[in-house]
């Protein structure tokens, strides 16, 4: 089934499951962002066409490259949890920020050396410090960022592979190898 018209192919699709069992679709286009949520529904009752939500704009001179959904911490007065961590390209950088289900920015980041030729392939949140992100630079290997470190990817960019935090903050590659073995490497 179609969710939704799109006037561009997105760059970025990611797809988590809120609290309530509904699951969110997150649709990063080069000028937007948006939520879709899918509701169980009765049977007999259409679920189609999906609600969705604008919850960021590019800003003049930028373009969304991805955005991943994350836990975001409590501070400063604001309530953490669910949020959506977006990564916008401009002249001065790559610069994420985090923004709310429902719109609006909720903390900008630190950000992020980035080029042209750069092209984003995952992001990993670190809550309120700026994101470890996997980029292929100049159309090469892929390779981890965070802050000043780089590290190329094990074993390129092949296969199922997805990135996430150890109990320790560090950042974690996870590869599922022909064969069903699953392999989990720190970066």
Do not use: C
Request: hydrophobic share 40%; glycine share 16%; aromatic share 4%.
């Amino acid at each position: 089934r179609k969710l939704t018209d799109l006037d561009e192919r997105p760059s970025d699709l990611q797809v988590t499951v809120d609290a309530a069992g509904s699951v969110l679709l997150l649709v990063a286009l080069q000028d937007a962002i948006d939520v879709y949520t899918v509701r169980p529904t009765p049977p007999g009752e259409p679920g189609l066409p999906v609600p969705g939500r604008r919850v960021a704009v590019a800003a003049d001179g930028e373009a969304f490259v991805g955005g991943v959904f994350g836990n975001l911490p409590e501070a400063e007065g604001r309530k953490g949890g669910l949020a959506v961590l977006v990564a916008g390209w401009s002249a001065a950088g790559l610069q994420p920020r985090w923004v709310g289900l429902r719109g609006g920015t909720l903390t900008d980041l630190p950000s992020l050396p980035w080029s042209e030729s750069d092209r984003l392939l995952a992001l990993l949140p670190d809550g309120l410090r700026a994101p470890g992100v996997v980029v292929r630079v100049d159309g090469g290997a892929p390779v981890y960022r965070s802050g000043s470190s780089m590290v190329g990817l094990p074993g390129g960019s092949g296969g199922d592979w997805g990135l996430w935090r150890n109990r320790d903050g560090r950042a974690v590659l996870r590869r599922v190898h022909a064969g069903g073995p699953v392999s989990a490497t720190e970066l």
